[in-house]
């Protein structure tokens, strides 16, 4: 049972780091500033909330289960979440309204 | 107006479906040597009515890699509250409205219930 | 479990570096501002490995404010690139 635990918890520990590293090659990879914005809610709404489930179920092996600790899991995913998507919605608000560099290929553009 | 929980829990479920999805088709494009991103801000006029539904959509195009919010304008004299979104894979304009009007569906049968949710959804916004 | 710990680890440092290369290469505000969400993420997630390691009792709390608070760097940085206008 705690073998089958431990591989649960490195699967997600390890399945969201990857997210974290794919949304930061995709932010090496595009063009502009609003897609390299876009591309990090992979790295916020999957891979920070597999992390943080991991290491709760290698909390629960370690130190026993109560509801207290369950209720901060909660918490801590559903902050990475919304917490993330509105920073993100006033990031990219800022960043157009700054007049960043926009990527030539953008078309169409509705907000021109 | 607290939606029922039930119907958050079937709405949560697929957004983390959507979210998995999207994160996989932009690692798997950035990994492979050929880059097929090309932006696209497009706007969309909403069904939603209150604040609660407009931000939660706001939110949720967010959420998911390969959107995001990039402003909303709120609703003056008779066009629809709007909101813009920049796509990483907007080639094709109609796919990237369609798949918003579906996330739109399900955040209404959600907020309103199954009946006058596919109601709103029912025509052009207005 | 320190294998899966150090892995982890390894991952995300890599991924704080090629930010770090992304911010060298091009200089523009928005991806400066982008790059430093993605850093800040990193660094939970590393701090919480390595508190995994060390069997800490803090870690869900650390990761419930670390989600909380995160959101105040973000807005900060969302004002300076529009020079405090709204």
Redesign the interface.
Known sequence: MTLLL?IL??VL??G?????????????????????????????????PW??TG??I??VV??GFDVI?LI??L????????????????????????G????P???????? | MIPNPLRVGVYAGWLAGEVIRGALRIGVDVITPNLRMSPAIVALPLHCETDLEISTMASSITITPGTITLGIAPRTGDSPPTLYVHALYGEDRDSVIEDLRDMERRLLVMTRGRRSGEQAMEGEPS | MTVIVWTTVVILLLAAVLGLVRVMLSRDDASVAAVSDLVYFCAVGIFLMVGLNAESIVLLDVASLAALVGILATVSLARILTRGRR
């Open positions: 431990t918890t490195g520990c390890i969201g780091a990857i997210f974290v590293l794919l949304s930061a090659i995709a932010m090496l990879r595009s063009r502009d500033g609003l897609s390299r914005i876009n591309v990090l809610s992979s790295a916020t709404g999957m891979g920070l992390i943080a290491v709760y290698q909390h370690v130190h600790t901060k899991l918490v801590a995913i559903a902050g990475f979440i919304i917490m993330s998507s509105v920073a993100s919605n006033a990031l990219g608000r800022a960043a157009y309204r700054s960043a560099p926009l990527d290929a953008t078309d169409p553009n509705e907000l021109a």
